[in-house]
Structure formats: C-alpha cells, structure tokens
C-alpha cells in the first residue's frame, strides 16, 4: 500500500473497530493524517454508541430498563400498526 493510495471509507472504519488486524492500514494512518482524522471520527462514533450501550445496561434502575424495554415493545407494536393502516 503506498502513501499516495488511502484505503477505502469501509477499510477505515473497520480498521477503527480492529486496529490489530491491519497492521498495513495503522502504517498508513500513521502517515496519513486524512485518514487519521476518519479513523478518529469512526472512533467518536463508536463512543458515542458504546456510552449510550453502557447507560442503558448499567446505569439505569431496573425498573427504569424495565420500562424502556416494554416502551420500545409498544413502539414497534404501533409501527406495526401504522404500517399496516397504510397498505389497508
Ligand atoms: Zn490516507
């Protein structure tokens, strides 16, 4: 892989969520800041997502899990619903 050629968006983002596993695309990160700033976005992102994860499996009450879970239920339930009024 040479300098001039950066990996694709998709190479990126999963190299993000493994960096172990492609040892060529740290290299070229390495040297790349355009695709360090990808990888750190893609990084971000993932955070983001994994706090969010950790909230609502850790932090919150049970009785609180207990109520988004059945609140979530309801929602696909509805949509459910609405998406069959529609085609009716
Ligand atoms: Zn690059």
């Known amino acids: 892989m040479s300098r001039s050629q950066c990996p694709t968006a998709d190479k ?20 790349c800041p355009r695709c360090k ?3 750190e976005d893609f990084r971000d992102e993932n955070s983001v997502v994994r706090t969010l994860q950790n909230l609502s499996e850790s932090k919150l009450k049970p009785a609180i899990q207990r109520r988004l879970v059945s609140r979530s239920r309801d929602a696909v ?3 459910d619903q609405a998406a069959e009024d529609g085609v009716n």
């Open 12 to 31: 990126l983002e999963t190299f993000a969520t493994a960096p172990m596993q492609y040892p060529q695309i740290s290299e070229h990160v390495a040297s």
């Open 37 to 39: 700033k990808i990888v």
């Open 77 to 79: 339930f509805h949509s």
